[in-house]
């Protein structure tokens, strides 16, 4: 709110009252459409939550928002488990990355001149001023057109609407995206050259296979004359290729993110290569890697004896060794791995609700219940987890909290009616003060039935009595099974 108000008391400086008012709420109404967004899209949209990755990639992003300067909403980063070549940017800040893009990135310059690309969209309010010039009839057109990005099906028509004038307006505004994204990166301190050099990369493999044309090309079309465009921007000497070997923690990223959204035969074999062919001074990041991928692709068996390895030859694989253990259900191991490698890192999601599960399967729910929601305020969007989290709390006689996560989980899901249920319950066993009685109550209202603390019960009592089940209609929860780690 504090940058908010500075942006607005600038603008004041310069601007009619009117304008500035108008501005606001069209940073509102952004905000708003992202958010949207990213409610309907969770459901539809696989996404990798891995700690590791999300955080490569959210850093990626954060560096480069700094070089932007003050924004009027906080930016997200998520990673979308899908191989094809693809980013894209929502109003309000939230950008989204494909795992095959990482995959594909040489150097983390050459990710980060993408991530900055779609950055100036975002930052340069291209959607909205696609809009203002006629291109979708309504913030709701907008909505349809991205929720279509990730599945026609949801597109509500948007995309036939809009997509022609959409494609009328985007020439310039990439060459805008471009120009920006540029001048972020090398002000972030990466190398600017290399959106060029990803970018002619991918354009040749266009020209040679025009049938598989990358899906980033989709939405941001790439020609010859735009790629003059950027190297008249970055300079004659400045776009030249240079020869930079990727990072340690790039690599580690890419096998992260191939674990979870390719198949065995798309990468492993590469991986195998890697180490036969490795010298002495690589073979240890070698077997490491091998056994991130292998952790990541659910082959544990496989990533235990890379890791050990690797282990042996100095590598500190303890998260991924003691996350494995854990899915082989040796519990001793995977608490006493997970707990070095929880100090080393306490925000640590992953790490956390493993933890929180082990304490779970042994009894110690209490425990559990902390571990799971410290994991889930961390991370929000992962209904596994949170379903883990309500089953901790039920058990320690939490029931209203328990509820509420249930109610939560649901809504991950894309299933309102069901939330509603547990909402209802929830805020009939939550004592007076708890603050997520407020929260329910503003989650019920966007659900479209708004839940007052005084109708509570009674809503519920009736509930109860059309199904015929249980209390809050819902049966007995189960334990919880450890979560799958990866995507094949």
């Not at 310069?14 to 008012?21: E, K, Q």
Request: proline share 5%; aromatic share 6%.
């Amino acid at each position: 709110m504090r940058r908010l108000l500075a942006i607005v008391l600038t603008a004041l400086m310069v601007a009619p009252p009117a304008l500035v008012s108008s501005a606001v709420a069209q940073v509102a109404e952004e905000k708003k459409l992202g958010d949207e967004f990213l409610a309907k899209a969770l459901p539809h949209m696989p996404l990798i939550h891995d700690y590791e990755l999300a955080g490569f990639v959210s850093d990626v992003g954060n560096r480069l928002v700094k070089a932007v300067g003050p924004q009027p909403f906080d930016y997200e980063f998520f990673v979308v488990r899908d191989d094809e070549i693809n980013a894209f940017a929502v109003p309000g800040g939230k950008l989204f990355v494909n795992a095959g893009l990482i995959a594909r990135s040489d150097t983390e310059d050459q990710l980060a001149g993408v991530v900055g690309h779609e950055i100036a969209h975002a930052a340069a309010h291209h959607v909205v001023r696609q809009q203002e010039k006629g291109a979708a009839a309504s913030y709701a057109s907008l909505l349809g057109i991205f929720l279509g990005i990730i599945n026609p099906a949801l597109a509500i028509g948007a995309l036939a609407a809009g997509q022609a004038a959409q494609l009328s307006y985007q020439r310039d505004f990439e060459r805008e995206a471009d120009y920006l994204g540029i001048g972020y990166a090398r002000s972030a301190g990466y190398d600017p050259s290399a959106i060029a050099q990803i970018l002619r990369k991918l354009y040749a493999e266009q020209q040679i296979n025009p049938t598989q044309m990358p899906a980033y090309f989709m939405s941001h079309p790439l020609t010859g004359e735009r790629l003059t465009s950027m190297e008249a921007v970055l300079g004659k000497a400045e776009w030249k290729a240079k020869a930079v070997p990727g990072s340690d923690r790039l690599h580690r990223a890419q096998a992260i993110a191939r674990g979870y959204a390719q198949s065995r035969e798309q990468c492993v074999p590469e991986y195998e290569r890697a180490l036969a062919n490795a010298t002495p001074a690589q073979r240890p990041e070698a077997l490491e890697l091998l056994g991130v991928l292998m952790t990541h692709g659910e082959d544990y068996e496989l990533a235990d004896q890379y890791l050990r390895q690797a282990e042996q030859a100095g590598r500190n694989v303890d998260r991924e060794l003691g996350r494995t253990a854990f899915r082989r259900g040796q519990l001793d191991e995977a608490r006493l791995r997970l707990g070095r490698a929880l100090a080393k890192s306490p925000d640590d999601w992953d790490v956390l609700s493993d933890l929180g599960d082990i304490d779970y399967q042994e009894g110690r729910y209490g425990d559990a219940a902390i571990k799971l929601d410290r994991s889930v305020h961390l991370e929000a969007y992962r209904v596994q987890v949170v379903q883990s989290l309500s089953r901790a709390l039920a058990k320690t006689g939490k029931e209203g909290a328990a509820y509420y996560w249930q109610g939560r989980s649901s809504q991950m899901l894309g299933d309102p009616s069901q939330a509603m249920v547990h909402f209802r319950h929830s805020m009939t066993l939550l004592p007076a003060g708890d603050p997520l009685r407020e929260d329910i109550t503003k989650r019920s209202k966007d659900l479209g039935e708004e839940i007052k603390e005084e109708h509570a019960q009674q809503q519920q009592d009736q509930q109860d009595q059309r199904t015929g089940r249980g209390p809050g209609g819902v049966p007995q929860m189960p334990m919880p099974m450890p979560r799958r780690a990866g995507g094949r």
